[in-house]
């Protein structure tokens, strides 16, 4: 998981989804890679209790970091738990990068990953329902592999910089022609 410290962002979901994971699979490791946000350190603290609490020996919190493609590179699943956004980067960041994910149905999400070709959708805020997705995944190396060669796709052919700023000069461009 990468994401700053906020509500909203799904912490608890994957929290709590890492734990009962954890009770079946001896070898998985999580990451929550991410800081708070001035104002919400709060917050934050309370996420490292709850994950004191469940236990999670194999849970690691990097705070920030500088190096994104490489932790990215060492993660096998990207999970992606946020109730809302406006554009997720960060899931752009790892699909780009052949990750498959487990991502909520939410908006900035659905206009960026698609359900059952890149990603594996699981309801808003429901963590036992991202816990069966991530297993579905952690199951199938084959679906890691299929998600993440399709991921990609979809990021060159939808979200490249140079594409989407293509399509946003076309557009100025025909309100500017029918504006004058």
């Known amino acids: 998981m990468l994401a ?15 734990r009962e994971l954890s009770k ?10 991410g800081e708070p946000s001035r104002g919400e350190t709060e917050y934050a603290d309370k996420i490292k209790l709850l994950a004191g ?31 809302s956004e406006a554009f997720g980067i960060a899931l752009v960041e790892a699909m780009a990068m052949k990750k498959p994910s487990v991502c909520s149905k939410a908006e900035g999400v659905l206009d960026i990953a698609v359900d059952g070709e890149t990603s594996y959708l ?9 816990k069966a997705k991530l297993k579905l995944l952690i199951e199938s190396k084959e679906k890691q592999v299929e998600f993440g060669e399709n991921a990609r796709k979809r990021i060159l052919e939808n979200f490249d910089i140079e594409i989407v700023t293509g399509k946003v000069l076309k557009i100025y461009q025909a309100e500017m022609s029918r504006a004058y």
Do not use: Q, W
Request: glycine letters at 6%; aromatic letters at 16%; one cysteine or more.
């Open 4 to 18: 700053r410290f906020t509500p909203g962002k799904g912490h608890e979901e994957f929290l709590c989804a890492a």
């Open 24 to 33: 079946e699979y001896a070898n998985l490791k999580f990451l929550v890679v």
């Open 53 to 83: 609490e469940y236990k999670l020996n194999n849970l690691i919190f990097t705070g920030f970091r500088g190096d994104i493609p490489e932790i990215l590179a060492a993660m096998d699943i990207f999970a992606f738990p946020s109730h």
């Open 122 to 130: 699981f309801e808003n805020k429901n963590a036992a329902d991202l």
